[in-house]
């Protein structure tokens, strides 16, 4: 059965470093996703990407951010200069079609710490 | 700004007995209604949904109900199995919007 990769599952860095953050989506799925859940919250929304441009963000994702398919297979999420806040467990999703109407697919996230 | 909540942290449910896990949401645009399932170690897997033009769905052991205006669902698992213990997100969405809102989520465990 297809399923979403990431990688790493857990990435430690220091405050202010620059992290990158991949996932390989589904391979025919065309809308891509990343969600984060900081520990004993809620996940919550942050990008997705359609069409190799970003098609709906949240507040969340601020300048800092930034999402790329730098070939056919990788979708990454970037962040430039990490926050103690950015500790969370970050998951990329994909799906075939552009609603919710079609399942979005999780992949099993990455852990980020920043110390 | 909780759109989504799920008030129960946790369940504890027998083995063979009906499991219903709550979920509320504030924001009447919502349209379409999910519940995921999510394992540790493992991203969400989607488990039902429904849309906000019917009030139930049902897939083998799960049923997801909706009522538009208490604006709350349940998802039921009947009988429950020990293989259903997971975490379980309520997610909804707006229409013409690709992302979901989700609730904290609620811990179920089913004992043998």
């Known amino acids: 059965e297809p399923e979403v990769t990431q990688t790493p599952s857990h990435q430690v860095t220091q405050m202010g470093q620059e992290v990158i953050l991949r996932c390989v989506p589904i391979s025919n799925h065309l809308y891509f996703y990343w969600y984060r859940q900081i520990l004993g919250q809620k996940v919550e929304f942050l990008v997705s990407?359609?069409?190799?441009?970003?098609?709906?963000k949240s507040e969340i994702f601020d300048d800092q951010f930034s999402v790329e398919r730098p070939d056919g297979s990788n979708f990454t999420l970037k962040i430039r200069s990490t926050k103690l806040e950015d500790s969370a467990m970050y998951f990329c999703a994909s799906s075939l079609g552009t609603s919710a109407y079609n399942e979005q697919f999780f992949g099993p996230g990455t852990r980020l710490t920043v110390l | 700004d909780q759109q989504v909540k799920q008030n129960s942290p946790s369940l504890s449910v027998q083995e063979g007995r009906i499991s219903i896990l709550n979920c509320d949401y504030t924001n009447s645009m919502f349209d379409y209604f999910l519940w995921y399932k999510k394992y540790p170690a493992e991203g969400p897997t989607f488990l039902i949904s429904?849309?906000?033009?019917?009030d139930k769905n049902e897939d083998g052991r799960f049923t997801v109900f909706l009522n538009k205006s208490a604006k709350h669902l349940s998802l039921h698992i009947v009988p429950s199995q020990p293989g259903d213990s997971a975490v379980y997100f309520c997610?909804?969405?707006?229409?013409?919007?690709?992302?979901?809102?989700f609730g904290t989520g609620t811990r179920l465990t089913v004992i043998p």
């Open positions: 990407f359609y069409n190799n441009e970003i098609s709906e």
């Open positions: 429904i849309s906000s033009i019917k």
């Open positions: 997610a909804a969405s707006a229409p013409g919007a690709n992302n979901l809102f």
